[in-house]
């Protein structure tokens, strides 16, 4: 007759068994807590509208200065995204729902209400690029004598140049505004003559010089000098991740950020949420 009871040689292996399943559940347990107080990717949207110079080379310069943020943010892991054209910033902006933005004025302004943002500071750009605008010609002396005329322009808020540039000295329907889609192309576009006249800003005003027939171009009209970049908040950004951010503002462009904020000429620093208010009613008009 066969014994019901087990040999000696099952119950050890049974043991075995039964051992290793009790060793690996702190290891579970230890795993399952890690990934439960891990934190997602922390992504950041730099706007530089109509910027002059290499996307991909300033994009570089843009990660070491994210990097450092998140280093002094305590975020595990942050990307930022440099774009210069608003409609691609906005496309990420829809696939990536990011928390946090360096825009230019412009964006923000024509952004704020649509995208529920918060100014949280501004960043200063150091060569320029938004801060100031200029009605440029090489034949003619006065804004007067641009008006009725060509007017060449790769800014292509309207809202934001008569709200906001121009205030009282003139309105874009003054002119016969063409589209010149690129920075350096509407500077080569005046200078041939294929526009009478042109609006640009700063940095473009800087960049002409060095083009071929530049220094026959002369401004016939500036703005007043405008905010820098806007620090912002999104809605995706978490309580802690906002005050996290904000209270690193005025200290992260020292010390071990200071190459980083130097090399994309940026220096940050924090605002109140209505530090841009006069500007945001102005572009409401």
Not at 96 to 125: C, E, N, Q, R, W
Not at 134 to 152: A, E, P, R, W
Request: net charge negative.
């Amino acid at each position: 007759m066969t014994s019901s009871v087990l040999s000696p040689r099952p119950l050890r292996a049974l043991a075995g068994v039964c051992l290793a399943a009790l060793v690996a559940l702190p290891s579970v347990a230890h795993a399952e807590a890690e990934e439960e107080v891990s934190t997602p990717e922390v992504n950041m949207v730099v706007l530089r509208e109509n910027a002059t110079g290499s996307a991909s080379a300033a994009q570089r310069y843009i990660d070491d200065l994210v990097d450092a943020i998140a280093k002094a943010a305590g975020w595990s892991s942050a990307k930022g995204k440099y774009f210069t054209r608003r409609s691609s910033a906005q496309t990420f902006i829809r696939d990536t729902k990011p928390s946090f933005g360096i825009l230019s004025l412009s964006a923000y302004l024509a952004m704020k209400d649509s995208h529920d943002l918060v100014a949280l500071g501004k960043a200063d750009i150091q060569n320029g690029g938004g801060h100031q605008f200029f009605v440029i010609s090489k034949n003619q002396l006065s804004l007067d004598g641009c008006k009725s005329k060509s007017l060449g322009t790769n800014h292509e808020d309207a809202k934001f140049i008569d709200n906001i540039v121009s205030k009282d000295a003139f309105d874009l329907s003054d002119f016969e505004v063409e589209d010149t889609r690129r920075p350096v192309k509407t500077l080569k576009s005046v200078i041939a003559g294929d526009v009478e006249c042109a609006l640009i800003d700063d940095a473009q005003l800087m960049e002409l010089q060095h083009l071929e027939g530049g220094l026959e171009v002369h401004p016939v009209w500036s703005s007043e000098t405008l905010p820098p970049m806007v620090v912002t908040a999104f809605p995706t950004a978490a309580d802690d991740e906002r005050k996290a951010f904000s209270g690193l503002l005025d200290t992260v462009c020292g010390a071990e950020g200071k190459a980083a904020c130097e090399s994309t000429s940026m220096k940050l620093e924090a605002t109140t949420p209505t530090a841009f208010a006069a500007y945001e009613k102005a572009y409401a008009g």
